[in-house]
């Protein structure tokens, strides 16, 4: 996958970075990635373990010794970016009790309509498909959802986002996640199809796309 636009800060933050962007890992296969020893990274990973943030679990294959895996515990989503996500939930609440579903749908249709607006500007001088959809997870990277994509055997692009920082909000009120759908649809062109294959308000540890010409 081609990462763009996030960079944890210290050791600790990049592991959690590696295992948020890739799920459970082996201490040997994170210090490749990182560039570190396996040692060096199980080190970190025991320290991550003592606070709470990460977990290990074997995992058998074949013959010789279980794997030891390591994967994010709940606790570590609060390392990653939220947008104000108690304060969001409380006023879609309100809106949807004082002023009803249609004015929520109003709001969210209004928030669609901004984003694509601004999501076009920024790719209007992109033709080819790939980089339309590099430059997107490029500006969905600096709004923190940790975005990268990658060209798939079959010729389709598969593009995900690692984190959601409106979660509580999306969950509250999926019409979000429509309208998310919707506006990659729009930015990337009417020649193109777009399935959503994970979702992480449905249990997936990150929301993915497949991206294909019409027709291919």
């Not at 895996?69 to 949807?96: K, V």
């Amino acid at each position: 996958m081609e990462n763009v636009g996030w960079s944890p800060r210290n050791a600790s933050d990049r592991i959690l970075a590696a295992l948020k962007m890739h799920g459970a890992e082996t201490s040997a296969a994170l210090g490749k990635k990182l560039g570190i020893t396996g040692e060096a990274a199980r080190q970190q990973l025991v320290r991550l373990a003592d606070q709470g943030l990460v977990e290990a679990t074997s995992e058998a294959k074949g013959v010789g010794r279980p794997k030891q895996l390591w994967h994010l515990t709940d606790a570590a989503q609060s390392r990653f970016p939220d947008t104000h996500a108690n304060l969001t939930t409380q006023l879609l609440r309100i809106i949807r009790d004082q002023l009803g579903e249609a004015a929520l749908d109003r709001i969210i249709t209004i928030r669609e309509a901004e984003t694509r607006a601004c999501y076009e500007a920024k790719l209007a001088d992109k033709s080819d498909l790939a980089d339309r959809v590099a430059a997107l997870a490029r500006l969905r990277s600096e709004e923190g959802y940790m975005a990268e994509w990658r060209r798939q055997a079959d010729g389709s692009i598969l593009f995900a986002e690692n984190h959601c920082p409106i979660c509580m909000a999306a969950t509250a009120c999926q019409g979000f996640c429509r309208a998310e759908l919707e506006v990659f649809r729009a930015v990337l062109g009417p020649s193109v199809e777009i399935e959503r294959a994970e979702h992480i308000v449905k249990g997936g540890r990150r929301c993915t796309y497949v991206i294909r010409e019409k027709g291919a």
